[in-house]
Structures are given as C-alpha cells and as structure tokens.
C-alpha cells in the first residue's frame, strides 16, 4: 500500500488544479464566443476548442470526484461491517489499501474476516480477493 505524507494544518488544503483549467477555458470561450455574436467570426474555432478542452477536463473531474466520494462510502461501509462482525479487528482496515477494501465489500459477513486476514498476511491483490470470495454480496449501484 502506497503511504501519503500525514495530513497537518500547513498542508491539508485542496487545490483543484484542474478544476482551475476548466474554468479558465470555460472564460476564455465565453470571451471568443461574445467575439463571435460581435461578428469576429475567425474566434469561432478557438471558441470550440476551448469549450471542448473545458467539457472534457470537467468529465475528468467529476468521474475522480465521483469515484472518490464512492470509495470513502465504502470505507465507511467496511468499518461498520467490520465493526458489527469483529470489533477487535475494525483497526486492521487501515492497513489494507484501497481496491482491497473495494474487493472485500463483496465478500458476505460469514468469510469477510477471514479474507481479510488472508488479504493482509499475503497482501492478495483485488483481482485475487475477489476470486477467493465463495459468497458474493452483489453491488449494483457502484458508478
């Protein structure tokens, strides 16, 4: 699992860089654009590249938001789990990464526990935690 720097007050801010280039283009289109009704025709191709480069940096953003938020659900959801089934064990979560917490929702209560300790004693890849699941626990609203 890779490790993150810790969090402190000096660097936990967010900075959405490529939210900041989406609205930079989103601007500058809508400039070229009011250059265009104004009669500038020539401003009208860098107006759709620049609509086009905004509608897909902001299609990026939103899908790694997305995901994001999801797998924060999922953690939740795993804790809880984790919580009602083995409270001593809620703690050795934190050292599974991510796309194995993901793989290990899909295990049903009776063998949730023990595929995490097989996870985390041979560091088992998602692919692999999903294969050793004998009773799965369907998600159908995963985005």
């Not at 063998?111 to 041979?122: G, N, S, W």
Request: charged letters at 15%; one cysteine or more.
């Amino acid at each position: 699992m890779a490790t993150r720097p810790v969090q402190t007050y000096a660097n936990h801010g967010h900075q959405p860089t490529m939210a900041l280039v989406a609205t930079a283009a989103s601007v500058a289109a809508l400039f070229c654009a009011i250059g265009v009704l104004l009669g500038k025709a020539s401003l009208l191709a860098p107006t759709l590249v620049l609509l086009g480069i905004a509608a897909f940096v902001l299609s990026g953003i939103a899908r790694v938001y997305i995901v994001r938020l999801q797998d924060r659900i999922i953690r939740t959801e795993m804790r809880m789990r984790l919580a009602a089934l083995a409270p001593s064990r809620a703690a050795d979560l934190e050292r599974l990464s991510m796309p194995q917490i993901v793989a290990l929702r899909f295990a049903s209560n009776a063998e949730l526990v023990a595929l995490m300790d097989r996870a985390l004693a041979e560091n088992l890849s998602n692919a692999q935690i999903k294969q050793a699941i004998k009773e799965w626990v369907p998600d159908y609203h995963r985005t």
